[in-house]
């Protein structure tokens, strides 16, 4: 299969999750085998890098690439959705140091990359082909990933977080071609017990019940709720007597859903596409990451 670009370019914008910055992410086509390149067009010389997992430099709460002074947070959801969609080789200039967070989901960046539609080029797709399974495992989270020889990708995820309200969910993904109908809009989502700890480190200042799932899991006073509530922008207040999703799910099983759409902009880090069968249980950006480095590593230098 030959490679693609996208057809034109075209502009998104919205705040981001962390800074609650106004951001706007341009999306330009790029010649054969230049991959996905992120420019950051506020800083001097505007440097520009290949997302690849050579520049990952931190994994809380989000991917964030940096090499120097060029750093780019939450790049997650944008990489999912051009690697889901096939485009191989373009360029997003963002105007600040994150991704804007849109709707939370992949849905609008995929609409985006609809709309602009895909130009075929004449370099030839290179695919990454394994001949024996790899797996990386983080025994301090619990978190287990494996990828299987296949002839094409598919996935399965498994979450587990304890909770009343989120326990164990499942999600697959048995061919890209269903990504934009069952995975694109799984938003990203948070407790409520983690709000306080996440805004005193200085994360999700951007965040609201528009582009998060919120879960309540833990009992707290209604007057405490209430203030949470009201740092959101939520008028409306939850009853602190009772548990459950402060947001109207897409899907019953949106939060695996989403670690899946993640797992794939993770993974693209590797610089290739995949061939192959990826199973993870309790997956999440450091051990998404630290796999796609050792298949990186396998990729470029195998024995």
Not at 29 to 39: H, Q, S
Not at 166 to 178: F, I, K, M, S, W
Request: with cysteine.
């Amino acid at each position: 299969m030959k490679q693609h670009t996208i057809g034109n370019t075209f502009i998104l914008s919205g705040k981001g999750l962390h800074t609650g910055l106004s951001l706007t992410a341009r999306f330009m086509p790029l010649p054969d085998n230049e991959g996905i390149r992120i420019c950051r067009s506020d800083l001097p010389g505007r440097p520009t890098y290949q997302a690849v997992a050579d520049y990952v430099s931190a994994t809380d709460r989000g991917t964030v690439l940096s090499c120097g002074e060029w750093k780019v947070s939450t790049v997650e959801h944008v990489l999912s959705a051009l690697y889901a969609v096939g485009v191989d080789n373009c360029l997003i200039e963002v105007d600040g140091p994150e991704m804007p967070i849109l709707d939370g989901s992949a849905r609008l960046i995929v609409d985006a990359l609809q709309n602009a539609g895909l130009r075929e080029q004449t370099a030839e797709r290179e695919y990454l082909h394994l001949t024996k399974p790899v797996t990386f495992e983080n025994k301090e989270t619990g978190s287990l990933l494996t990828l299987i020889p296949s002839d094409r990708l598919s996935m399965e995820v498994t979450i587990s977080f304890g909770s009343p309200v989120l326990g164990e969910q499942t999600a697959q993904l048995r061919q890209l071609d269903d990504y934009t109908s069952q995975i694109a809009a799984a938003r990203t989502f948070c407790f409520v017990r983690e709000i306080e700890p996440l805004l005193k480190l200085g994360y999700i200042k951007g965040g609201d019940l528009e582009n998060a799932i919120v879960i309540y899991d833990k009992a707290m006073p209604q007057e405490q709720l209430d203030q949470l509530a009201n740092s959101l922008g939520q008028t409306l207040h939850q009853d602190a007597s009772q548990l459950g999703y402060l947001t109207t799910l897409n899907f019953d099983n949106e939060p695996a859903r989403h670690k899946l759409l993640d797992l794939i902009g993770d993974l693209s880090l590797i610089g290739k596409r995949i061939h192959g069968h990826v199973v993870a249980f309790k997956p999440g950006h450091t051990s998404n990451t630290h796999f796609a480095k050792q298949i990186r590593q396998l990729m470029l230098n195998p024995k």
